[in-house]
């Protein structure tokens, strides 16, 4: 077992991709998985989400035993989102996954404070990693690779010039558990540019300044091309209590 804490997640999974890039591909072939517990302090009544479920067939029934034994709720999220630290080790071939308990009004802001903690929640999520890490540090077969490169081989390129970081918000927090077309706001923080142009927590964004949004990553990648103060028209779609659409409407807000 080899623990390691990263720095520089948000200059582009600096310190991660460094760390991996440092083992010779015989030893990145004998790592069988890794989790990365990136924001689990505010689980609550809510499900542990496991991120970067995709990178392997087998994250299914590991997780699945692991509920049975603690009784844990959680949620796969099988969407690939490349911004936390378990990507760097997916690029390299290696299946990983992020525990995560959710976003929350205070994320990635100076109000997120030690006071707010759940560590009745902490507790709950380590009991739920704990079954995991013994059957993958046990004698069972190591667990099936992600799609793509194998292990020890360069990230892959996907050409042009990447997006830099995000630098505007719109107030909203994603539902990681949606799956359906467009980005679901479990919530909209008070006073943010959504709030103010009327927007309600439930509803579905499925279009960003005229760019087409059907997944989390299009919604994440178009705020990293605009700039504080810029206005632009956002597509919002809801449903009604049956999953039918009920209405869509076209907003206009203000990034901050």
């Known amino acids: 077992l080899v623990f390691a804490a990263f720095d520089g997640e948000e200059r582009g ?17 004998a790592v069988n998985a890794a989790l990365n517990f990136d924001t689990v302090g505010r ?18 029934y590991i997780m699945r035993g692991a509920g049975f034994v603690t009784g844990a709720d959680y949620a796969l999220v099988k969407e690939d989102l490349d911004a936390s630290d378990q990507m760097s080790f997916i690029e390299k071939g290696v299946p990983a996954v ?17 006071d707010k903690i759940d560590t009745a929640g902490l507790v709950k999520q380590a009991e739920f990693a704990k079954e995991i890490i013994e059957y993958l540090a046990g004698d069972s077969d190591f667990i099936t690779r992600p799609a793509g490169a194998p292990a020890g081989a360069p990230a892959a390129s996907h050409g ?3 997006p830099g970081p995000r630098r505007v918000s719109t107030g909203l927090v994603p539902d990681f558990t949606f799956e359906g077309k467009g980005v679901r706001a479990q919530d909209i923080t008070p006073g943010s540019p959504l ?5 309600k927590p439930g509803s579905i964004i499925i279009e960003f300044n005229g760019r087409s ?28 209590p049956l999953g039918i659409v009920a209405h869509t409407t076209k907003v206009e807000i203000e990034l901050k």
């Open 160 to 162: 042009g010039a990447a």
């Open 98 to 114: 992020q525990f995560f308990s959710g976003p929350n009004a205070d994320y990635h802001k100076f109000t997120d404070t030690p």
């Open 13 to 29: 999974r600096a310190g991660s991709k460094s760390f991996v890039a440092r083992f010779a591909p015989a030893k990145l072939s």
């Open 195 to 199: 709030a103010l142009a009327g927007v």
């Open 43 to 60: 689980l609550g009544s809510g499900k542990i989400l496991i991120l970067g479920a995709s990178s392997s067939d087998k994250w299914t």
């Open 213 to 240: 949004i059907a997944t989390l990553k299009d919604y994440s990648e178009a705020l990293k091309t605009q700039d504080p103060g810029t206005k632009v028209p956002v597509t919002i779609m809801t449903l009604d």
